[in-house]
């Protein structure tokens, strides 16, 4: 297969006028559907307010931050504008749209000045524009029932981790979970149990931070910060994890696509916004009777984590790579070869929690 | 095809970072990944930096108990392996001082020993970028999808 650039830098100016008539579409679209909907959120210490142009949008795409809920009327450093042309009548205008353009190219596209951004998550049909000078970003979905399985468990991902990457907060693809005093980054490729390990560790009373994306940071000792309260699951993993059943949000299409779990509802008590990184996990499936930790080096915890990661997320900030290389540096990593007994895997984490250093500890 | 005076690193479809002494490379185009460590991290690190291929070599023959002919040889075959891999471009001008970042030369020391350089390859998360909806789409253009559900685009967990 013949292989597009991933970005092609576009004029700023087109950037900018795109990036306006997707946000003159919210205007109109809110102006059309009644008062303007505003949530607010704490996420990676940063105020980030989401403002919805009409109802339906609402509840699929926060309740995964719903964790992170704060007060309303907090000044914003981050706010995003959600419409759809379908609950709204109002249509993406040539200038917005172009799309055929963008999409040629695969995700992202970037401004010469890396000022806007713009991308499709594939395959969701959602259109992300992000202006990193003010702050203001626009999410357009063609309609609300268009919200995809990305957009239930994982919204926004790619404005977030835009924005959060130039404010020295990392989207990593990982796991977080972890005791008061600290929490493990468990990373790998699809597959490696990553999930399965975060819950197993759920359901063993440890606090959580997320199974999939997580920010990671240097404020100056490494910190994992929670992004959303939910979790995704094949259904044959679910069944390993029974006491989960309640929090699956779409039971009925376990068939079609992963389980996603909403946590916030049913471990409430259990999830936490950021928690010092003590160490990072890299995963190894096995059938053995009893979980098996042994020290690896940074360069295999490194390439466990960053491909995935940098692949996953669209306009990956250029020191993204150095960013996890930084953190990576500083905390132990293991390789855990897992047990088929998912509880014994989630007590050997505990443990080694509890022997690990804390960073500024006074010994 | 003539070789190149110096090279750089294709940026910025690529990126690298490098952790004791193994440089990790990730091609964001492709989607593949690579490693390379001992005589490839030195080479690489030369390369990256715009150190033109005669120098790398030479530095390389004072370093590692190696011949003029292998380290040459063994230079431009993993710099036409980085070419070929779009992980290295040439480049146009400005090439850097041998020196620069490259490691200091055992000039009268004791010269390590040489192993051909490896460039590891892994092409086994290259589905992330696959998941092209412009595949997906039907003849009205996106985001109109086909009836058929999006094959294989779940996403790894």
């Known amino acids: 297969m013949a292989e597009a650039p991933r970005t092609k830098p576009l004029d700023n100016a087109a950037e900018g006028q795109r990036f306006a008539a997707l946000r003159s579409g919210f205007d109109q679209a809110a102006g059309r559907s009644g008062p303007i909907i505003e949530r607010s959120f704490c996420i990676g210490g940063y105020a980030v307010r989401i403002r919805f142009a009409n109802t339906g949008l609402v509840e699929p795409l926060t309740l995964p931050f719903r964790h992170l809920e704060s007060a309303p009327g907090d000044a914003a450093d981050l706010t995003i504008s959600v419409w759809d042309s379908a609950s709204s009548g109002t249509r993406l205008s040539a200038a917005a749209g172009n799309l055929r353009e963008h999409h040629e190219f695969a995700t992202p596209v970037t401004s010469p000045a890396g000022g806007i951004l713009t991308a499709y998550m594939r395959p969701n049909p959602g259109l992300s524009m992000l202006d990193m000078h003010t702050g203001e970003a626009v999410y357009w979905l063609p309609g609300a029932s268009d919200v995809a399985f990305e957009d239930r468990s994982s919204p926004f991902r790619g404005i977030l981790s835009w924005w959060m990457s130039r404010r020295l907060r990392q989207f990593v693809h990982g796991a977080a979970v972890g005791t008061e005093r600290g929490c493990v980054l468990i990373v790998g490729k699809g597959g490696s149990g990553k999930s399965t390990t975060a819950l197993s560790c759920l359901l063993e009373g440890m606090l959580y931070l997320g199974d999939d994306n997580c920010l990671v940071s240097l404020d100056p000792d490494p910190f994992a910060w929670s992004v959303y309260s939910t979790a995704k699951l094949h259904a044959h993993n679910l069944r390993r994890l029974p006491g989960l059943g309640d929090a699956i949000a779409n039971k009925g299409r376990l068939h079609l696509e992963k389980g996603v779990l909403l946590l916030n509802d049913h471990f409430t008590g259990q999830l936490r916004r950021k928690l010092p990184l003590l160490a990072v996990i890299v995963p190894e499936v096995s059938h053995a009777a009893r979980p098996a930790l042994r020290a690896c080096s940074s360069m295999e915890a490194l390439t466990a984590l960053a491909p995935s990661t940098l692949l996953q997320l669209s306009a990956a900030a250029p020191d993204s790579l150095k960013q996890m290389a930084e953190i990576i540096r500083r905390v132990p990593a293991f390789k855990m070869a897992l047990s088929e007994d998912v509880s014994a895997n989630a007590r050997e984490l505990r443990a080694l929690l509890d022997r690990l250093p804390v960073a500024g500890a006074v010994p | ?157």
């Open chain 2, 1 to 157: 095809m003539a070789e190149p005076h110096a090279l750089r690193v294709n940026r910025p479809n690529v990126v690298d970072e490098t952790l004791d002494g193994e440089a990790l490379i990730v091609n964001l185009g492709s989607g593949v990944y690579y490693s390379i460590a001992g005589t490839g991290e030195v080479i690489w690190r030369m390369l990256s930096q715009g150190v033109p291929l005669i120098a790398v070599a030479e530095n390389l023959q004072q370093r590692f108990d190696v011949t003029a002919e292998d380290a040459s040889a063994a230079v431009g075959a993993f710099a036409g392996q980085l070419l070929a891999e779009e992980l290295l471009v040439p480049a146009d001008a400005d090439v850097a001082d041998v020196n620069s970042g490259s490691g200091t030369s055992s000039a009268g020391g004791t010269r390590a020993p040489w192993a051909v350089p490896e460039l590891k390859r892994y092409a086994d998360m290259q589905d992330l970028l696959l998941l092209d909806p412009v595949h997906d789409v039907n003849e009205q253009g996106w985001p109109n999808a086909n009836a058929a559900p999006l094959a294989g685009t779940e996403r790894r967990g």
